[in-house]
């Protein structure tokens, strides 16, 4: 007996040991980044099978955490698949100065630009124009579009970007350089590799300085898919992201440079303290100034789901399900008030269960480097990249779950300095954006309230006024500092009752879709002055999903949007009241198939909004011709004409009276 109380005292003295050791080490560890410590533990970490606890937890742990069910999944590898570089060898490159570039691109005419979200932060698209040149995709190529001739449009140049795996997906117009953003694809029998996201990113750069004979003089591929870009002052930020890839048993450590593979091996990839994840995110850089220099490749360990870059920082949302039990107790809970035999007590209240959302913060250095700094936790998803917007220095970010909507603020330290309160218990928010000291959010249940927030004082935001109408928006634009333009769906509210005539419940059913103009001068008492319903519930458009879609100018009174519907229904003149029966028209199920064409708009405060017509592309009437119907239409404007493209057709219009100028088909049959 005396044997066992001794032994009794010396565990406990060792467990008292290694808390004591624990606490030292606590002060050693605030750091969130943790550098892969060896090719074993990134192995472990693509298997699934790491602890983010301490040794000491371990040890302290292991005999109750035997007790328990750990909810990890276990990923298995794919086997023996070889990646081969793109085979793309540049030529050697001297190039133009900076200043040269910008003088030969230096265009007399104006132009659109594409709809971006923050000033000096271009992003990627899938047209792009200097005014003189149109850059588009189709299909697998880029086509460069003489433009200087509105009459005689005509080709100047293809590009196709790699073998017939490697697919084009955005592009990036800097000075005289064109930069291609490609998706490498990989293909196999086996179901698991697809789904696996095993596709790589391509990033091919032309000087474009003569546009009839394009020069390749950079390239590099990330062994992730293609997430997303922008640029700054010339510095090329790509993003890919998706599972760690195993490829001969050995876990991708590397990159292709200029057809050479690169790996600066496991060190190069970092993880976040107390994230657990098979996911890896490559954030890269590249000097468009500098093309010679090396591209600067960083790897996390983390997910992205969602991403906002400012002038000065990176911002990459992932969103978890928290309080699910981690097959592990805390040592709070075995050494807590309740003692060791409280670790066995299944307690709800220590979990907050719910989504939320991880923001990572990165640096952008004086170099255009990429630092990583700090991350935050907040209960809650957010919707797009127009949730989160950064302002003096502080993050503002907009979030909803069940409990309703709200905005919270973060100052430069990543700490929450202010929330608003939770709007719309049980509604979804469909939109939001922040302009300057005010924020708009939208949510829906059966009807929008289009909610006007103040947040001039970070730390004490408040609600100021709210304006409910049918139907919501999913992209808010501003039209100037008073004025709004929402885009979205039109609803009609439908109320149900029993037999006794009391209201049991209310639905909605979407009836078309809606553009609308706000007026928020009076802050506390927003109103709605103009909108207009195109099509029914069939109605689509890229605008509902993707801000790149918009053409928008006020000094021209210009809106135009793609919209997706019955392609009859585009045969009509530049008339208002024509549309009128257009949209009656959309009753007629007669219709088979679904294609795009693009509506143009007058939009002022006076008259709202008024159609002018509609441009379309694709005249076919085949029941199945909606698989080969032209695709990815966009918009611009070059002096007065507008410009449509898409896969097959670039139309030129006046913007006057949207009578057509010429037209030419670049892609073959």
């Known amino acids: 007996m005396k044997k066992i109380v001794i032994a009794i005292i010396l565990i406990f003295i060792l467990i008292l040991s290694i808390l004591g050791y624990k606490v030292m080490v606590t002060d050693n560890e605030e750091a969130e980044l943790v550098e892969i410590s060896s090719k074993a533990e990134l192995e472990a970490i693509y298997n699934r099978d790491i602890d983010e606890i301490s040794i ?39 190039g133009s100065s900076a200043a040269d570039s910008i003088t030969s691109t230096q265009s007399t005419k104006e132009y659109s630009t594409t709809n971006i979200q923050v000033e000096n932060v271009d992003e990627a698209d899938i047209t792009k124009t200097d005014g003189d040149y149109i850059y588009s995709l189709s299909e697998d190529k880029v086509v460069i579009t003489d433009v200087k001739d509105e009459t005689q449009i005509k080709i100047a140049s293809e590009i196709k970007p790699g073998d017939s795996n490697t697919i084009p997906s955005d592009l990036i117009l800097y000075n005289n350089k064109l930069i291609v953003i490609s998706e490498k694809m990989k293909y196999s029998s086996s179901y698991y590799y697809y789904y696996n996201n095993r596709n790589s990113t391509v990033v091919t750069v032309y000087d474009i300085s003569d546009r009839e004979q394009p020069k390749k003089i950079k390239d590099y591929q990330l062994e992730q898919p293609y997430y997303t870009s922008r640029c700054i002052d010339g510095r090329l930020y790509v993003i890919s992201s998706g ?51 090396a591209v600067k490749v960083n790897s996390y360990l983390m997910d992205v789901e969602n991403a906002y870059v400012s002038e000065n920082n990176i911002y990459l949302l992932e969103e978890k399900y928290d309080g699910s039990y981690s ?83 973060f100052n430069n330290e990543m700490e929450k300095i202010g929330e608003t309160e939770k709007l719309a218990e049980g509604e979804k928010m469909y939109s939001s954006r922040f302009l300057g000291d005010r924020a708009y959010l939208v949510t829906y249940k059966t009807i929008d309230p289009l909610f006007v927030i103040d947040l001039s004082n970070p730390e004490n935001p408040q609600v100021l006024g709210e304006l409910k109408i049918p139907g919501y928006s999913t992209y808010l634009h501003p039209y100037d500092e008073n004025h709004l333009i929402g885009i979205g769906m039109q609803t009609e509210e439908k109320v149900n009752r029993d037999s006794s005539g009391r209201v049991r419940s209310t639905t909605a ?32 458009s890229a605008i509902l999903t993707n801000h790149k879609a918009l053409l928008f100018s006020k000094e021209k009174e210009l809106l135009a949007i793609p919209v997706n519907n019955y392609t009859e229904d585009f045969e009509i003149e530049n008339s208002s009241d024509e549309y009128e029966s257009i949209v009656n028209s959309y009753t007629n199920y007669k219709k088979e198939y679904v294609s795009e064409g693009y509506f143009v708009y007058n939009i002022n405060l006076t008259d709202g909004f008024t159609l002018k017509g509609t441009i379309t592309h694709d ?31 670039i139309k030129v219009n006046s913007l006057d009276d949207l009578q057509e100028i010429s037209q030419l088909k670049i892609k073959e049959d």
């Open 56 to 94: 000491p937890s371990k040890l302290l742990t292991l005999p109750f955490s035997i007790l328990y069910e750990s909810s990890r999944s276990f990923t298995s590898s794919m086997g023996d698949v070889v990646i081969n570089s793109s085979g793309i060898t540049p030529d050697s490159y001297t």
């Open 243 to 293: 599972y760690l890839k195993e490829e001969n048993d050995e876990i991708v450590t590397y990159y292709y440079e200029d057809g050479k593979q690169i790996d600066p091996g496991y060190k190069n990839i970092k993880r976040i303290k107390d994230i657990d994840t098979t996911d890896q995110t490559i954030l890269s850089m590249l000097d468009l100034n500098n093309i010679n220099e």
């Open 327 to 409: 097959g592990v107790p805390k040592i709070s809970s075995i050494f807590g008030l309740k003692g060791i035999f409280g670790a066995f007590e299944d307690d709800d209240e220590e979990y907050d269960y719910g989504r939320y959302t991880y923001i990572y913060k990165f640096n952008l250095l004086d170099d255009g480097s990429i630092q990583y700094d700090r991350k935050a936790k907040e209960k809650g998803q957010t919707i797009n990249q127009f949730s989160i917007d950064e302002y003096e220095g502080n993050l503002r970010v907009a979030l909803y779950n069940s409990e309703g909507s709200r905005i919270v603020i």
């Open 509 to 540: 059913t979407i009836t078309g879709m809606k553009m609308a103009l706000f007026d928020v001068t009076d802050v506390n008492n927003p109103i709605q002055i103009s909108d207009t319903i195109i099509g029914d519930k069939r109605t689509t």
């Open 619 to 649: 005249k076919t009437k085949s029941k199945y011709s909606y698989y080969n119907a032209s695709r990815l239409l966009r918009g611009l404007y070059i002096d007065d004409n507008l410009y449509t493209v898409s896969e097959d057709y």
